[in-house]
Nanobody, 124 residues
C-alpha cells in the first residue's frame, strides 16, 4: 500500500491542524493504520492507530484519528497543539502480516508500509 500524507504546516500553540493520509487501496484492505511522529533529534514515536475491527488507540487525548469519507484515507485531527508537537508526522499501514493482532499498535515494527511524512511546526 502506498501512503501519502498531507496537511502539515506551521501553526501557533493552541491551534489545530488536521493531517490526511491517502492510501493507494481502500483502507479496509489493511489490518490497521496508524500515525507516528519524529520530533527533531528524537526517535519515531506513536501518535494514534485505528483498527477496523477493534477501534481507535491514542497516545494523546488531544488527537483524533478517523477514516476519510472516500474510504481511501485516514485523518488525524490535532487540537490544542504545543511546541513539543513539532515533528514530521508519518502515516503507516499494517497491510501484510496482521502484526497488530496482539494489540501492538504503538510499535513501528507492526507496520509494513510508510508514507514520506509531513512536517508540522508549532510556534510558541
Amino acid at each position: 500500500v502506498q501512503l501519502v500524507e498531507s496537511g502539515g504546516g506551521l501553526v501557533r500553540a493552541g491551534g489545530s491542524l488536521t493531517l490526511s493520509c491517502a492510501a493507494s487501496e481502500q483502507t479496509y484492505s489493511t489490518y490497521a493504520m496508524g500515525w507516528f511522529r519524529r520530533p527533531p533529534g528524537k526517535a519515531r514515536e506513536f501518535v494514534s492507530a485505528i483498527s477496523w475491527s477493534r477501534g481507535t488507540f491514542y497516545g494523546d487525548s488531544r488527537f483524533t484519528i478517523s477514516r476519510g469519507h472516500d474510504k481511501n484515507s485516514i485523518n488525524l485531527e490535532m487540537n490544542n497543539l504545543k511546541p513539543e508537537d513539532t515533528a514530521v508526522y508519518y502515516c503507516a499501514a499494517d497491510s501484510r502480516y496482521w502484526s497488530t493482532r496482539n494489540g501492538e499498535y504503538s510499535s513501528t515494527e507492526s507496520y509494513d508500509d510508510w508514507g514520506q511524512g509531513t512536517q508540522v511546526i508549532v510556534s510558541s
